[in-house]
């Protein structure tokens, strides 16, 4: 069974810095691309950032890049999003998710973990 659980959210000052992690089990890991979304009340879900299941490479938003980093750790089946600089527009559930067969098609997805950014 494909199993998604984050964690490390929580409640940080504007300009103060969490890291989330994503524990992955029940696929071939490193096979597979991950991505975070998060998404605000009242907000469609945004993609936040994708990490390749061959190389590692990462791709981010542009709202979030120099801020966010995101790198997997293939030998614990983990995955963490290191988020700096954070601010209350960075106030959302995040969640990871697996990519498909379909580049792009998620098809599994965690229950996601609260971040919430005071100003």
């Known amino acids: 069974e494909v199993q998604l659980v984050e964690s490390g959210g929580g409640l940080v000052q504007a300009g103060g810095s969490l890291r989330l992690s994503c524990a992955a089990s029940?696929?071939?890991?490193?096979?597979?691309?991950i991505g975070w979304f998060r998404q605000a009340p009242g907000k469609e879900r945004e993609g936040v950032s994708c990490i390749s299941g061959s190389d590692d490479s990462a791709i981010y938003a542009n709202s979030v890049k120099g801020r966010f980093t995101f790198s997997r750790d293939n030998a614990k089946n983990t995955l963490y999003l290191q988020m700096n600089s954070l601010n209350p527009e960075d106030t959302a559930v995040y969640y990871c998710?697996?990519?498909?067969?379909?580049?792009?098609?998620?098809?599994?997805w965690g229950q996601g973990t609260q971040v919430t950014v005071s100003s």
């Open positions: 029940g696929f071939t890991f490193d096979d597979y691309a």
């Open positions: 998710a697996k990519d498909g067969v379909v580049a792009g098609m998620y098809d599994y």
